[in-house]
C-alpha cells in the first residue's frame, strides 16, 4: 500500500476519534477540574480552548497527508 494512502488513514481514524472525544467531553457538565500552573487558573474555558486546538491539529495531520510522498518514490 502507498505511504500517502496510509497516513490518509490514520489521520482520518485519529480525526474521527478526536471528534467523538471532543464531543463527549464538551457533553459532560463538570469539564474537567481546574488546575494551577504557577499563578494561571486552567478552567473549563481554557479546556474547551484546548479541546478545539486538539480537533485542528487533528485536521492539520489529515490536511497534511494528502502532501506527503509528492515528487517521492512513493509516487
Not at 481546574?34 to 499563578?39: E, I, S
Request: proline share 1%; hydrophobic share 55%; glycine share 14%.
Amino acid at each position: 500500500m502507498k505511504k500517502r494512502r496510509v497516513l490518509r488513514g490514520i489521520s482520518l481514524v485519529m480525526l474521527g476519534i478526536a471528534a467523538v472525544f471532543v464531543f463527549c467531553a464538551l457533553s459532560c457538565p463538570t469539564l474537567g477540574s481546574t488546575f494551577y500552573l504557577g499563578g494561571i487558573a486552567i478552567g473549563a474555558e481554557v479546556w474547551r480552548v484546548f479541546y478545539v486546538l486538539y480537533v485542528l491539529i487533528m485536521a492539520g495531520l489529515l490536511a497534511a497527508s494528502f502532501l506527503a510522498g509528492r515528487g517521492g518514490k512513493d509516487r
